[in-house]
């Protein structure tokens, strides 16, 4: 009969879905998955659609969008001088990021990364402007920034300097914002590092040095190899953060002076939120998120893959 | 069966309490003020409409500013929408009403209230005709002047009249080592004052309200340009404190407050805040402090005698109780507008109840509004959220001097089209 060589797996297959709804985990399934999923398609996935629907239309958050305007949202988003800086300061941050915050983290977990009492205190200084919440942050920055009466303005005073406004001055002001941020996040790179770094086998360290080699030599050839996974990982959180940064910068500058010192995210919610242009809100929010996945998907083919050789 | 008639019955007597006690509640919902005296004044206001109007309880919330503009759209296609909400009129009022979500209230209005209202007032708060909210209060933006730092710099602010002499008064003081201008350049909106003023003082009502008609002139026309112009005459005397664009409102008033420039463009609002800022807790004193009106314009006939400012008040949301309407009545009733008028809360905007204020810089606002051709609300409430943020961008830009009067012109002839 032709019926029977697919006999068995056919009763295989029955076989399988009764286990499976027998066994538990259909039941597992049907009672875990429902919360976390409806949640997540609620306040994850619908707004996501959601937003990818306004964002062609000109829509002020008053009932029900009806202006299609077509791609129009976007093409403004192009055209507009603030979009670009802000796209430029948020490439400012991630190189800065990279460049700056990385290298600094990882020398100062090579500094504390062994377990005494002393490097334990030292750890908990570098750590932290990490644990404290960022809006704090920035608004403590903005008067140590204060050319009147903060820290750099006593500072400048001793070396005989003019009053310095550098939140107020257009050239500066990114750099004020790119200094709080670096100073705001090195502590938690760090702390991915001295972790790494506990993981590194003392033997190897040791025959290094038998064969000769000077403390350089070992962080060059032992320790910074054998971390790499860890800064690859602290990298792409860089990155990612990068393009998030929203909170520091709404209290130290709120944007300004004149829409200098914006990133992607305090962009949307200037031009989108504020004044009430959701549709133009949107618009920016798709583009972000399409730039974060892109990032993320590139990153992960890029550096994180597992068949390719460090 | 037993348990479900039981049920019915719990179910229908909860309805019976209800119907019985027939509670309204009115929710208003404020901007935060930092007056806590404001705060009581409307909340005795509540209470004594709550004794006098049993089975109707009067709620006052607050949030702040920033979180109140952006919240609100929200909360008002909600069932958690307040019944009454804190407005500034404009084109914001004007967009709520479009959707749907104000209640016409004109029919439930006595005609002897109305009365007592400024027509211009009500104005502020109707589209086409429909009454959606009433005015509580009116405010004026003016110079505040620091008498003492003035007469350093041998100036009498009594005689500067037009630009011109604002000008020529400005280099005298920078001349005598004394900052001019306080501003609060990070806010922008404090800069925006001039840009606006200007306009206005160049294209009266009629320029502004034509550039909103879609035809004919727009925002790109004389009067706009021109502002921005004689903004930059200002602005190239280098007139403001050091830092200007990283100062707040609330920094710039408080500097005001501790003598640190001879003048603040601000409105009358500022009176107590500025002296709360101050670093002695006490700012300046009456003698010191004295108001000046925004000079006038040579060329700029058409908004000589306006004023610029703002018609705050309440707006009544669609599915607010007819009560709603009636307590505004009540709130802005010739009674209550005295005594806030005589606490010095703020300037009445019911007729004839402006002879209660006590304070004499109040007095002469109170005089120039009634005197005013024509009083302009905030252009960054007057023309909605976007295009208003745009002219206090344009403002601070003109003031860095990044831009030219006709790109600042055409910005927000951008927004507008755009909007």
Redesign the interface.
């Known amino acids: 009969m032709p019926t029977i060589p697919h006999a068995p797996p056919h009763l295989s297959l029955v076989q399988r879905t009764k286990n499976v709804l027998t066994n538990g985990k259909f039941a597992a399934l049907v009672l875990l998955l429902p919360p976390a999923l409806i949640l997540f398609s609620l306040f994850v996935i619908l707004p996501l659609l959601q937003s990818g629907y306004f964002a062609f239309f000109?829509w002020?958050?008053?009932?029900e969008p009806t202006d299609y305007v077509g791609l129009?949202n976007f093409e403004?988003m192009i055209g507009h001088s603030v979009f670009h800086s802000a796209i430029w300061n948020t490439i400012k941050i991630v190189l800065v990021s990279l460049l700056v915050q990385m290298p600094l983290a990882l020398f100062l977990a090579l500094l504390i990364y062994k377990k005494t009492p002393t490097n334990a205190l030292f750890r908990l200084i570098f750590f932290v402007p990490y644990i404290l919440a960022e809006v704090a942050a920035g608004l403590i920055w903005s008067f140590v920034?204060?050319?009147?009466y903060g820290v750099t303005a006593s500072v400048g005073e001793t070396f005989g300097l003019e009053?310095f406004?550098?939140?107020?001055?257009?050239d500066w002001a990114f750099v004020a914002v790119m200094t709080v941020i670096v100073w705001k996040y090195f502590g938690f790179h760090m702390m991915i590092y001295i972790a790494a770094l506990q993981g590194v086998p003392r033997d190897l360290i040791e025959a290094a040095r038998i064969e000769g080699a000077k403390p350089f030599d070992i962080v060059r050839y032992v320790q910074i190899p054998l971390i790499k996974p860890a800064i690859i990982v602290s990298a792409f959180f860089a990155i990612i953060g990068a393009l998030q940064v929203f909170d520091v910068i709404i209290p130290l500058?709120?944007g300004?002076?004149?829409?200098t010192s914006h990133t992607i995210v305090t962009y949307l919610y200037?031009f989108g939120?504020?004044?009430?242009?959701?549709g133009f809100g949107s618009a920016i929010g798709v583009v972000l998120f399409i730039t974060a996945v892109a990032v993320a998907i590139f990153y992960q083919r890029a550096a994180m893959s597992p068949g390719k050789k460090p | 069966m037993k348990h479900m008639l039981g049920a019915v019955g719990i179910a229908v007597c909860s309805l019976c309490t209800v119907a019985a006690q027939a509670d309204t509640t009115i929710n208003i919902l404020r901007v935060e003020t930092g007056d806590p005296a404001q705060k009581a004044y409307l909340s005795t206001i509540g209470k004594d409409y709550e004794a006098s109007h049993p089975g109707v309880k009067v709620n006052f919330e607050y949030l702040a500013n920033?979180a109140y503009?952006?919240k609100l759209?929200?909360l008002?296609?909600s069932d958690a929408a307040p019944d009454i909400f804190y407005s500034w009129g404009g084109q914001t009022l004007a967009?709520?009403a479009?959707?749907?979500?104000l209640k016409d209230i004109s029919g439930l209005l006595n005609s002897d209230f109305l009365d007592t209202v400024p027509k211009s007032a009500v104005n502020a708060y109707s589209v086409d005709d429909k009454i959606y909210g009433l005015p509580i209060y009116a405010t004026e933006v003016i110079f505040w002047v620091n008498k003492d730092l003035t007469a350093k710099a041998g100036v009498d602010h009594t005689q500067i009249k037009t630009w011109d002499d604002f000008l020529k008064a400005v280099q005298k003081i920078k001349d005598a080592g004394v900052t001019p201008i306080v501003a609060g350049?990070?806010d922008?909106w404090p800069l925006h004052f001039y840009w606006a003023y200007l306009a206005l003082r160049y294209g009266g009502a009629d320029a502004i309200n034509e550039a909103m008609q879609d035809d004919g002139e727009n925002f790109e026309s004389e009067p706009f340009v021109n502002a921005g112009r004689t903004f930059q005459e200002l602005v190239k005397l280098e007139p403001f404190q050091?830092?200007?664009?990283?100062?707040s409102y609330e920094q710039a008033s408080g500097m005001f407050g501790d003598g640190a420039a001879a003048f603040h463009l601000m409105g009358d609002w500022d009176y107590l805040p500025s002296r709360a800022r101050s670093q002695s807790g006490k700012g300046l004193s009456d003698e010191q402090l004295a108001i000046m009106p925004f000079p006038m314009i040579d060329g700029g006939e058409a908004g000589a005698d306006a004023t610029f400012g703002g018609i705050n008040g309440w707006a009544v949301s669609h599915n607010a109780p007819d009560e709603a309407a009636d307590f505004l009545q009540h709130m802005i009733s010739d009674k209550y507008q005295r005594e806030a008028a005589k606490a010095g809360i703020f300037i009445p905007i019911v007729k004839g109840t402006d002879d209660a204020i006590d304070n004499p810089f109040f007095q002469q606002v109170a005089r120039d509004l009634t005197q005013s051709s024509y009083h302009q609300i905030f252009l960054d409430q007057y023309l909605?959220?976007?295009v208003g943020?745009t002219v206090n961008?344009i403002s601070?830009?003109l003031a860095?001097e990044?831009i030219t009067p006709e790109e600042a012109a055409a910005q927000i002839q951008e927004a507008w089209d755009?909007?």
């Open positions: 000109n002020n958050g008053y009932g129009k403004q920034f204060d050319g009147h009053p406004f550098i939140l107020a001055d257009r500058t709120n300004g002076p004149s829409n200037t939120l504020t004044r009430l242009r959701i | 920033e503009k952006s759209p929200t008002l296609q967009d709520q479009k959707a749907g979500f350049g990070k922008k050091s830092g200007m664009m990283g100062t909605g959220a976007s943020a961008d601070a830009d860095q990044v755009f909007q």
